[in-house]
């Protein structure tokens, strides 16, 4: 369930908050220009872009892993999207960054019916949707592909966070909905792979210990139960979504990696409410020089590594002297 690619830069279509969806020319892809490298795990090359796009096109959804603070990361999505949507099957967007509650003020904003602002207004974007996410949504509403506002809102997943599940199951019957039907969450290999990531944080925010592991085991579990909400709900967006869409019709559905990578999180809950759909994983990697790095030490991550440009860090503040 892996692969990979050859050095290429991104130039995504520049897109300021002023700039009308309408003035996206709707066969317009951005520019490739070699910035980027994109391997194939299968076997263990690298590959073109469209190469790789080639492949992901035969596939019923296709997940972009991102990292969020990437500016190419966010490149690429955006070259992605418009190269699937050049051929000729129908396009889904589906994005983790908006919640289910929101998907009206989303259609609205996609049919005209209301403005940018008012959609910002209402639709709770992510802190840098201007520069991350604006690209996508406006391509879509340009080509009229529907978006999903695929996540579980961030209230009901906190929610989670502190109770448990059994928080999920004592909704109203107008908030459930706004969660999957189905949660699944077993203590399998997605399990190990997310308390991993939670080692080095303490119950109570300082240094863990071994006087707060219990504590620290309680709350890695109500996170845990947190994140599979948001897994099992995104899959369940991107299901209905494929179903609407009717025969023929292609998911692009972008999200943090972890949900995804390894083919886990979101994608293994696809899987298992689709048995035999074609799913392909992109898993965007930062990495400091592209020409240098090694992407096959990244391949279980997905079926193709992107390799992108990590920006430079920020300069250190200087330091004030004490008076």
């Known amino acids: ?27 317009l892809a951005p520019t490739l220009r070699g910035e980027n490298r994109f391997y194939d795990s299968a076997t263990g090359r690298d590959v073109t872009f469209e190469a790789m796009i080639r492949a992901a096109s035969r596939s019923d959804v296709v997940f972009f892993g991102e990292q969020h603070d990437d500016p190419g990361t966010h490149r690429a999505e955006l070259a992605v999207l418009a190269a699937l949507g ?39 974007p992510w802190e840098r949707y201007t520069t991350d996410y604006r690209a996508l949504v406006e391509l879509a509403r340009a080509r009229g592909w529907p ?17 448990g599940l059994a928080s999920i199951e004592g909704l109203s019957s107008a908030e459930r909905p706004l969660a999957a039907r189905d949660i699944s969450c077993p203590r399998d290999v997605y399990y190990e792979k ?27 579990d109500r996170f845990y139960e947190a994140q599979c909400v948001k897994d099992e709900t995104m899959a369940e967006s991107i299901v209905t979504a494929l179903g609407a869409a009717g025969q023929g019709a292609l998911v692009l559905h972008v999200d943090g990696a ?44 997905g079926d193709f590594v992107i390799l992108t440009r990590k920006p430079p860090a920020a300069p250190a503040a200087p330091s004030t002297p004490k008076p």
């Open 1 to 27: 369930m892996l692969r990979s690619a050859t050095r290429v830069t991104i130039l995504a279509l520049t897109l300021t908050g002023a700039a009308c969806a309408r003035s996206i020319p709707p066969s």
């Open 86 to 124: 050049n051929g000729s099957r129908p396009v889904v967007l589906s994005l983790e960054m908006f919640e289910r509650d929101v998907q009206g003020v989303l259609d609205d904003y996609l049919a005209g019916r209301i403005s940018e602002s008012d959609f910002l207004a209402r639709a709770r």
């Open 147 to 163: 978006v999903v506002a695929a996540n579980v809102p961030r209230r009901l997943a906190s929610a989670v966070s502190r109770g």
């Open 194 to 220: 997310f308390a991993a990531q939670m080692q080095g944080h303490s119950a109570g925010g300082g240094p863990a210990s071994a006087t707060d592991s219990a504590a620290m085991r309680k709350m890695t």
């Open 258 to 301: 972890f949900h995804s990578d390894f083919g886990l999180g979101t994608a293994a809950r696809v899987v298992r409410r689709r048995p035999g759909i074609g799913i392909t994983v992109l898993s965007a990697i930062p990495v400091d020089a592209v020409d240098r790095a090694s992407p096959a030490e990244f391949k279980e991550h």
